[in-house]
Structure formats: structure tokens, C-alpha cells
């Protein structure tokens, strides 16, 4: 045995309960014992268990009915279930509703043990699965330069530690595949990699999102929802735009980091969590901090080992591999022929100012391949980016009539417009949100984008 298992047993026999609970702490297993099915469901709705061992026949509330009970409140932990009076019939009925695993009594301490550690491996497999299917093509860390190779070796000094983290750096310039990075180089790699972008999502649901709920605790909740940091359960939660978090919730936050628990809205008990926690953002939490925006005690938590990731302006000499990654990632995406880049159409991209760092140039990356023949040269780049002369006079014709014309006006609508798609980007799109951001009305919010010349319609659905 390997692995640390934490597993729930259920059955209303004393004697078994002792020696399975018995069996399980000297393979070196942490064993929850239970009488009765109601108590169980309880137990499994407070805390976490990585196996759910149960009899089939008890009194007042079966294990058949039990198992039902549990995936209807949407327990994760797998559960294998044991009778002395088995039958066909029962396993069939057992494996439909969703057992691992079927035990006949009486039990052999040997392939009970068997049992569990294969448990513990497909629940591995199903994360690593799950995990995979996420990162093939879309999270590989490509640099070349020593810009990055210096962010890299700090991140392997830190990995193998639980030391919390801050990672800083403009939106788009690769936060997340960073802090996944560190997951993967760190002990936790076998358990889940969670995120979740502060910023994208509403203060009223932010709560719910990292702590869950229960079944009926507000409106709209029709059944229990398993939170961020219980679905990060020793593994590493990333927290993106800590900055934007409200002040409420970083209250909260702070308990979790503090106590190890988290309690689901609706709850009596708190749940204990083990879990990594990494954050990013793209603000200064220092002068948030003065400013009052962020709490002073939550900064010297999370910012223990700042990590500070660079503009892709910055990298320069990464440009080549990374157009390359896109290119080929791009490319297989959509059945496409590769193509190649000339060193002209290199030089070109890399005067660019990237704005919008690594994303903007996947973006650019896909839209040269759909304009350029069989190889992109400079003349491609140039009309794939955007151009600071073409966007201010097509702003201009878009402004209303009592805009002012020349270089400077065209330069101040051209920062404006440039400043109101980078906070959309931001907010991940959401109208409202940025809004608030720039501190604006909605309504005027449309009245701007409009004078911009910015094309709200792929914006519908975020609002």
C-alpha cells in the first residue's frame, strides 16, 4: 500500500465494523466507522472519504438505498458494496447504481485491501484522464530565452514545498498554464489541478463556486454543488485575479487558509480540505493593500513567494517557438496542411507591442493561418495585426460628429479602445463586469464600444 486512503465503513454488525476498521489502520488507512445508512449519507455530505465501504442489509435504511442516496447528493467517493446473502440479482442491481465494487461475505482481509487500493487507482486514473483531456494541445509552457528560464528555475525551487505562491503578470501572459506547471512539479501532481478566475465570476456566486452549497439552502439551489477547494482536495486550487476578489470573500478565504475547513453554504460543519493554494493576478496587491481594496492579513498569506511572469513583449526571443507551438497546435485543430512562417514574418510580429501578450498571439497565429497561402510572409502580419493608423481613422468615422479630429484625437480614441477591449478580455467578456470595471453604465458602456467601432455581438452571451 502506497497510498493514504481515508475510507467510510457502513454496516450495523459491531464485530465487523472493529475488524475491517482494524484491517484498514494497520495497512496503514484512516477507517470512519458507521451503524446505520441515514448517519453515513451525513457523514459523506461533511466529509471527504476516498472509499465508501457498505453492507447491503440494515435495518431502517438499506445499503442499496444508501448508494442511491449518495449519488443523488452527488458524493464523488467510490463505494463498494458487501453482503453475506448475495445473490446475482443484487450485484447487478449494485453495479447499475453505480458500486465499484461487489464483496461477499465472509471477507478476506487479503482482497479487501486488493480491493481498496484498486479503488484509489481508478480514481487516480479518472483525474489523470480528465486532466489530460484538458491540457493535450492547449497547455504546454514553449519558451526559449532566459527570460522565462529564470521563472522556470524558480518554480522548481518552490515546487516540491507547499509554500504558497503569487504569480503576477499582464492579462494573457500565462498565469494559469504556469501555476498548472507548478502542480505537475510538485508532490500534489497525482491529484486534481482547480481553477478559478475571481474576476469572471459574480460577487454573489463566488461564494457557492469556491465553498459549494446544499440542496435547498437559496433559490435555485435544486441540489447539493461540491465547491473549488473540495474538488481540489489534495490537490492545488488557482485562484486567477485574486485582486478582484471581494472584500467579504477574502474574509472568508482567509478562514480556509487559517483553519484547513471550509463550510458549504446551507451547512451545519465545516469540511476539511487539503489543498495547495496558488494565486495570480494582474494588479499591484501591494498598493491594493494601502488603498484598502485587498486585506493586509490575506496578502502576507498568499504572497509568500511572489513569482513575477513577463509580458510577451518582453520575450522576444520566445516568439519563434511559440508562433511554431500555435501554428501546429492550430493547424492539427482543424485538419489543416502545415505552414510555414518566412524570418520577415517573424520580424514583423516581434515589433508588435502585444497588448494582449501570449493569447492575443495564438489569436493572431490562427488568423494568419486562415489569410496566408502556403507560407506567411511580412505582408500577411501586417494586415492580420491590428494597425494603430487604419483602427484611429475607422474609429474616427464610427465617432460622433462632435469628436475632434487630428493625431492627438485619434491617438486618445485609439488608447480608449485598446483600454476598453483589454478590460473585456479581462472580464472574460462579461459586459457588466466591465462596466464596473471602467466605471461606466452599461448603457454607456454599448454608447462607447459603438463610437469605438467595437463589435458587441459576439458579447451577447456573457452579459
Given at each position: 500500500?502506497?497510498?493514504?486512503?481515508?475510507?467510510?465503513?457502513?454496516?450495523?454488525?459491531?464485530?465487523?465494523?472493529?475488524?475491517?476498521?482494524?484491517?484498514?489502520?494497520?495497512?496503514?488507512?484512516?477507517?470512519?466507522?458507521?451503524?446505520?445508512?441515514?448517519?453515513?449519507?451525513?457523514?459523506?455530505?461533511?466529509?471527504?472519504?476516498?472509499?465508501?465501504?457498505?453492507?447491503?442489509?440494515?435495518?431502517?435504511?438499506?445499503?442499496?438505498?444508501?448508494?442511491?442516496?449518495?449519488?443523488?447528493?452527488?458524493?464523488?467517493?467510490?463505494?463498494?458494496?458487501?453482503?453475506?446473502?448475495?445473490h446475482?440479482?443484487?450485484?447487478?442491481?449494485?453495479?447499475?447504481?453505480?458500486a465499484?465494487?461487489?464483496?461477499?461475505?465472509?471477507l478476506?482481509t487479503?482482497?479487501?485491501?486488493?480491493?481498496?487500493?484498486?479503488a484509489?487507482?481508478?480514481t487516480?486514473?479518472?483525474?489523470?484522464?480528465?486532466?489530460?483531456?484538458?491540457?493535450?494541445?492547449?497547455?504546454?509552457?514553449?519558451?526559449?530565452?532566459?527570460?522565462?528560464?529564470?521563472?522556470?528555475?524558480?518554480?522548481?525551487?518552490?515546487?516540491?514545498?507547499?509554500?504558497?505562491?503569487c504569480?503576477?503578470?499582464?492579462?494573457g501572459?500565462?498565469?494559469?498554464?504556469?501555476?498548472?506547471?507548478?502542480?505537475?512539479?510538485?508532490?500534489?501532481?497525482?491529484?486534481?489541478?482547480?481553477?478559478?478566475?475571481?474576476?469572471?465570476?459574480?460577487?454573489?456566486?463566488?461564494?457557492?463556486?469556491?465553498?459549494?452549497?446544499?440542496?435547498?439552502?437559496?433559490?435555485?439551489?435544486?441540489?447539493?454543488?461540491?465547491?473549488?477547494?473540495?474538488?481540489?482536495?489534495?490537490?492545488?486550487?488557482?485562484?486567477?485575479?485574486?485582486?478582484?476578489?471581494?472584500?467579504?470573500?477574502?474574509?472568508?478565504?482567509?478562514?480556509?487558509?487559517?483553519?484547513?475547513?471550509v463550510?458549504?453554504?446551507?451547512?451545519?460543519?465545516?469540511?476539511?480540505?487539503?489543498?495547495?493554494?496558488?494565486?495570480?493576478?494582474?494588479?499591484?496587491?501591494?498598493?491594493?493593500?494601502?488603498?484598502?481594496?485587498?486585506?493586509?492579513?490575506?496578502?502576507?498569506?498568499?504572497?509568500?513567494?511572489?513569482?513575477?511572469?513577463?509580458?510577451?513583449?518582453?520575450?522576444?526571443e520566445?516568439?519563434?517557438?511559440?508562433?511554431e507551438?500555435?501554428?501546429?497546435?492550430?493547424?492539427?485543430?482543424?485538419?489543416?496542411?502545415?505552414?510555414?512562417?518566412?524570418?520577415?514574418?517573424?520580424?514583423?510580429?516581434?515589433?508588435?507591442?502585444?497588448?494582449?501578450?501570449?493569447?492575443?498571439?495564438?489569436?493572431?497565429?490562427?488568423?494568419?493561418?486562415?489569410?496566408?497561402?502556403?507560407?506567411?510572409?511580412?505582408?500577411?502580419?501586417?494586415?492580420?495585426?491590428?494597425?494603430?493608423?487604419?483602427s484611429?481613422?475607422?474609429?474616427?468615422?464610427?465617432?460622433?460628429?462632435?469628436?475632434?479630429?487630428?493625431p492627438?484625437?485619434?491617438?486618445?480614441?485609439?488608447?480608449?479602445?485598446?483600454?476598453?477591449?483589454?478590460?473585456?478580455?479581462?472580464?472574460?467578456?462579461?459586459?457588466?463586469?466591465?462596466?464596473?470595471?471602467?466605471?461606466?453604465?452599461?448603457?454607456?458602456?454599448?454608447?462607447?464600444?459603438?463610437?469605438?467601432?467595437?463589435?458587441?455581438?459576439?458579447?451577447?452571451?456573457?452579459?
Amino acid at each position: 500500500m502506497t497510498t493514504k486512503a481515508r475510507i467510510l465503513i457502513v454496516d450495523d454488525e459491531a464485530n465487523t465494523l472493529a475488524s475491517l476498521a482494524r484491517a484498514f489502520r494497520l495497512a496503514g488507512h484512516e477507517a470512519v466507522v458507521c451503524d446505520n445508512a441515514p448517519r453515513a449519507l451525513e457523514l459523506a455530505g461533511s466529509q471527504l472519504f476516498d472509499l465508501i465501504l457498505s453492507d447491503v442489509v440494515m435495518p431502517r435504511r438499506d445499503g442499496l438505498a444508501l448508494l442511491e442516496d449518495l449519488k443523488t447528493a452527488g458524493v464523488a467517493a467510490p463505494v463498494v458494496m458487501m453482503s453475506g446473502q448475495a445473490h446475482i440479482e443484487m450485484a447487478v442491481r449494485a453495479t447499475r447504481l453505480g458500486a465499484l465494487d461487489f464483496l461477499e461475505k465472509p471477507l478476506s482481509t487479503e482482497k479487501l485491501l486488493v480491493t481498496v487500493e484498486n479503488a484509489l487507482k481508478l480514481t487516480r486514473l479518472e483525474i489523470e484522464n480528465r486532466d489530460l483531456h484538458t491540457r493535450v494541445g492547449k497547455h504546454t509552457l514553449v519558451f526559449a530565452g532566459e527570460t522565462m528560464r529564470r521563472v522556470m528555475a524558480q518554480i522548481e525551487r518552490v515546487a516540491a514545498s507547499e509554500t504558497r505562491i503569487c504569480i503576477y503578470g499582464e492579462t494573457g501572459t500565462g498565469k494559469e498554464l504556469v501555476a498548472r506547471t507548478l502542480h505537475e512539479k510538485s508532490p500534489r501532481a497525482a491529484g486534481p489541478f482547480v481553477t478559478l478566475n475571481c474576476a469572471a465570476v459574480p460577487a454573489e456566486l463566488i461564494e457557492s463556486e469556491l465553498f459549494g452549497h446544499e440542496k435547498g439552502s437559496f433559490t435555485g439551489a435544486a441540489q447539493r454543488h461540491t465547491g473549488k477547494f473540495e474538488q481540489a482536495h489534495r490537490g492545488t486550487i488557482f485562484l486567477d485575479e485574486i485582486g478582484d476578489m471581494p472584500l467579504a470573500m477574502q474574509a472568508k478565504l482567509l478562514r480556509v487558509l487559517e483553519e484547513g475547513e471550509v463550510e458549504r453554504i446551507g451547512a451545519d460543519k465545516p469540511t476539511t480540505v487539503d489543498v495547495r493554494v496558488v494565486v495570480g493576478t494582474h494588479r499591484n496587491l501591494e498598493q491594493l493593500v494601502e488603498s484598502g481594496g485587498f486585506r493586509r492579513d490575506l496578502y502576507h498569506r498568499v504572497v509568500v513567494f511572489p513569482v513575477e511572469l513577463p509580458p510577451l513583449r518582453r520575450r522576444a526571443e520566445d516568439l519563434p517557438a511559440l508562433v511554431e507551438h500555435f501554428a501546429r497546435q492550430v493547424s492539427a485543430q482543424n485538419g489543416w496542411k502545415p505552414v510555414g512562417f518566412t524570418d520577415a514574418a517573424i520580424d514583423a510580429l516581434k515589433q508588435y507591442a502585444w497588448p494582449g501578450n501570449i493569447r492575443e498571439l495564438r489569436n493572431v497565429v490562427e488568423r494568419l493561418l486562415l489569410l496566408a497561402g502556403s507560407v506567411v510572409d511580412a505582408e500577411d502580419v501586417q494586415r492580420a495585426l491590428p494597425s494603430t493608423h487604419s483602427s484611429a481613422k475607422a474609429v474616427s468615422s464610427t465617432a460622433s460628429p462632435l469628436a475632434a479630429v487630428g493625431p492627438l484625437a485619434e491617438r486618445v480614441l485609439t488608447f480608449e479602445r485598446e483600454e476598453v477591449l483589454r478590460e473585456l478580455e479581462r472580464h472574460n467578456r462579461h459586459i457588466t463586469q466591465t462596466a464596473k470595471a471602467l466605471g461606466l453604465e452599461r448603457s454607456h458602456l454599448y454608447k462607447k464600444c459603438q463610437q469605438l467601432g467595437i463589435n458587441l455581438q459576439n458579447l451577447q452571451e456573457r452579459e
